[in-house]
């Protein structure tokens, strides 16, 4: 078959050059072109992966006029997200968004509207849903190990976003200091802050585990650290009809977990009417208790299945068979993890507890 034609727009967040290493690997699908403004931003993109200089690009119009593209990996700044959809939706192309969705419910659904009457999708992909250990966890759940969810308790980060590039290069603290001032991560305006960094994980995943339902309100606080404009620790509590869960974004654990799992541990624990799963990122065991073998016991994770072992492999089996895509990467699941986000940042402004948000 021909190969899917891959774009790259935008190298704002650093994992664009994870999601080129897949498609690179990807014996069904090449790199066609990449775009950034700053052509500084692609160097290490077009050397690790010799991408030739004509396929290069720093004004968008010239690149997209260089396709037909068959799909688009679009990592721009999060206030970015809507305007850049819209602009992509027009060259007739699956979209394929690195998180967070967006910074607000209703940029999500002008991002979903741009993609309305054509027979393109819109993909949001979640790092996590990719973590053995929490697809475990997705199972175990979904053949009632624990009974009924009730609960979900959510803690991630790493030490910042400025600390490791794409592969997980590590930058040198001296470095992450001088970079503050510059870098969108740490602008308002630009969407940045550890929760809408990682907030929508929690409340993304969260959302897949509780097959869809909502929480009726969201109750969230945030630290307030002199001369940094956003946050760098976030705790939101979710009350469903069923019971609350928490949800806690920080940047500044000891330690970033896919090297050394700081304390407290990143991930998630699930507490259930009849018992509870711990699932750690990226851990090669899941640990349970259930009502007949309250002993807590490991259960090692299960390989993630072939056409699912990462997000890009997923996505183009996906494509090449006509089936849209589902759990944490459907942007109707999406929404509503945006709506707990969206209220979560209200409540942090206003200092008290709301309704979710439409």
């Given at each position: 078959?021909?190969?899917?034609?891959?774009?790259g727009?935008?190298?704002?967040?650093?994992?664009?050059?994870?999601?080129?290493?897949?498609?690179?690997?990807h014996?069904?699908?090449?790199?066609?072109?990449?775009?950034?403004?700053?052509?500084?931003?692609?160097?290490?993109?077009?050397?690790?992966?010799?991408?030739p200089?004509?396929?290069?690009?720093?004004?968008?119009d010239?690149c997209?006029?260089?396709?037909?593209?068959?799909?688009?990996?679009?990592?721009?700044a999060?206030?970015?997200?809507?305007?850049?959809?819209?602009?992509?939706?027009?060259?007739?192309?699956?979209i394929?968004?690195?998180?967070?969705?967006?910074?607000s419910?209703?940029?999500?659904?002008?991002?979903?509207?741009a993609?309305e009457?054509?027979?393109?999708?819109?993909i949001?992909?979640?790092p996590?849903?990719?973590?053995e250990?929490?697809?475990?966890?997705?199972?175990?759940?979904?053949?009632?190990?624990?009974?009924d969810?009730?609960?979900?308790?959510?803690y991630d980060?790493?030490?910042?976003?400025?600390?490791?590039?794409?592969?997980?290069?590590?930058?040198?603290?001296?470095e992450?200091e001088?970079?503050?001032?510059?870098?969108?991560?740490?602008?308002?305006?630009?969407?940045?802050?550890?929760?809408?960094?990682?907030?929508?994980?929690?409340?993304?995943l969260g959302?897949?585990?509780?097959?869809?339902e909502?929480?009726?309100?969201?109750?969230?606080?945030?630290?307030?650290t002199?001369?940094?404009?956003v946050?760098?620790?976030?705790?939101?509590?979710?009350?469903y009809?069923?019971?609350?869960?928490?949800?806690?974004?920080?940047?500044?654990?000891?330690?970033d977990?896919?090297?050394?799992?700081?304390?407290?541990?990143?991930?998630?624990?699930?507490?259930?009417?009849?018992?509870t799963?711990?699932?750690?990122?990226?851990a090669?065991?899941v640990?349970?208790?259930?009502?007949?073998?309250?002993?807590?016991?490991?259960?090692?994770?299960?390989?993630?299945?072939t056409?699912?072992?990462?997000?890009?492999?997923?996505?183009?089996?996906?494509?090449?068979?006509?089936?849209?895509?589902?759990?944490p990467?459907?942007?109707?699941?999406?929404?509503?993890?945006q709506?707990?986000?969206?209220?979560?940042?209200?409540?942090?402004?206003?200092?008290?507890?709301?309704?979710?948000?439409?």
């Open positions: 078959m021909t190969k899917f034609r891959i774009v727009i935008s190298f704002d967040h650093m994992h664009m050059g994870d999601l080129l290493r897949m498609v690179d690997e014996p069904d699908a090449e790199i066609a072109a990449i775009y950034d403004p700053d052509r500084k931003k692609m160097q290490n993109a077009v050397e690790t992966f010799a991408i200089e004509e396929l290069v690009f720093t004004d968008f010239t997209m006029a260089a396709g037909p593209y068959d799909m688009a990996l679009m990592c721009a999060t206030a970015g997200h809507a305007d850049v959809t819209e602009r992509l939706a027009t060259h007739n192309l699956h394929f968004v690195e998180k967070p969705f967006a910074t419910a209703d940029d999500a659904r002008r991002m979903m509207a993609m009457g054509s027979s393109k999708q819109l949001i992909n979640w996590l849903r990719w973590v250990s929490h697809v475990t966890a997705k199972r175990l759940i979904d053949e009632g190990m624990v009974g969810l009730r609960e979900i308790h959510f980060g790493n030490r910042g976003p400025l600390y490791h590039l794409a592969d997980k290069v590590e930058v040198s603290p001296e992450v001088r970079q503050k001032t510059d870098s969108w991560w740490y602008k308002k305006a630009s969407g940045g802050g550890a929760l809408l960094d990682y907030l929508g994980y929690g409340a993304t959302t897949w585990y509780m097959d869809g909502a929480p009726t309100e969201v109750t969230c606080v945030v630290d307030e002199p001369g940094i404009e946050d760098q620790h976030a705790i939101a509590v979710c009350r009809t069923h019971g609350l869960s928490k949800m806690e974004t920080r940047w500044g654990t000891f330690t977990p896919w090297t050394t799992q700081p304390q407290p541990t990143c991930g998630f624990t699930f507490i259930g009417t009849d018992g799963i711990a699932s750690p990122d990226y090669d065991h640990t349970a208790q259930t009502r007949t073998n309250p002993e807590r016991h490991a259960i090692p994770v299960d390989p993630l299945p056409g699912e072992t990462n997000a890009i492999e997923y996505v183009l089996s996906c494509l090449k068979h006509g089936t849209p895509v589902a759990g990467l459907d942007p109707a699941l999406c929404l509503t993890a709506r707990i986000v969206d209220t979560a940042v209200q409540s942090a402004a206003e200092k008290r507890t709301l309704k979710l948000l439409p």
